[in-house]
Each structure stands twice: as structure tokens, then as C-alpha cells.
């Protein structure tokens, strides 16, 4: 019995590796190299660009650069939006 539960929890960690490293490292991956993605239901994942841009420190008034970056833009699809809002 023992045997047997060792060989179901490795196999269901192996399982929940795979299913961590789709969930978090693909869409990373496709997203990075400028291809959106839609999860039906969840909503769009899109590369975006934010310019350089002067900023303000709060603490000193100091403007300050900040150099452009991308980003990740996200829009909630109908189906998400509806679950939250319940």
C-alpha cells in the first residue's frame, strides 16, 4: 500500500509540474515574442509598450527618468467578469 501511494503522489507531482510550467512559462513565452493569447473565457493576454516618460519622485520633487519598458496588457473576459461580480 505504501508503494503504491509513493508512486500516485510522485506521479500526480510530476502532473502538477507540467500543468505549472503550461500555466506559467508558455504564455510567458508566446506573449514575449509579440503573439497574443486568449484563454476563452478568462480574456487576452497582448504585448504592449509604455514610452519613456519623466516622472516625479513624492519624497524629494525630483523628476526622474523612466525608461520605456513592455508590459503585459490583459483585458477580463465576459465570463471572468461575470464570476467576480458575483
Known amino acids: ?5 509513493r ?14 510550467y ?3 512559462e508558455r504564455p510567458a513565452a508566446v506573449v514575449g515574442k509579440g503573439e ?3 484563454l476563452v473565457g478568462f480574456g487576452p493576454f497582448s504585448k504592449g509598450e509604455r514610452s519613456e516618460r519623466l516622472a516625479r519622485n513624492p519624497r524629494t520633487g525630483e523628476e526622474i527618468k523612466v525608461e520605456a519598458a513592455k508590459t503585459v496588457k ?6 471572468f467578469r461575470e464570476a467576480v461580480n458575483q
Not at 500500500?1 to 501511494?5: E, I, N, P
Not at 490583459?74 to 465570463?79: I, L, N, P, S
Open 1 to 5: 500500500m505504501r508503494h503504491t501511494a
Open 7 to 20: 508512486t500516485l503522489w510522485a506521479t500526480g507531482r510530476i502532473r502538477w509540474r507540467t500543468l505549472f
Open 22 to 24: 503550461a500555466v506559467r
Open 36 to 38: 497574443g493569447l486568449n
Open 74 to 79: 490583459f483585458k477580463a473576459g465576459q465570463r
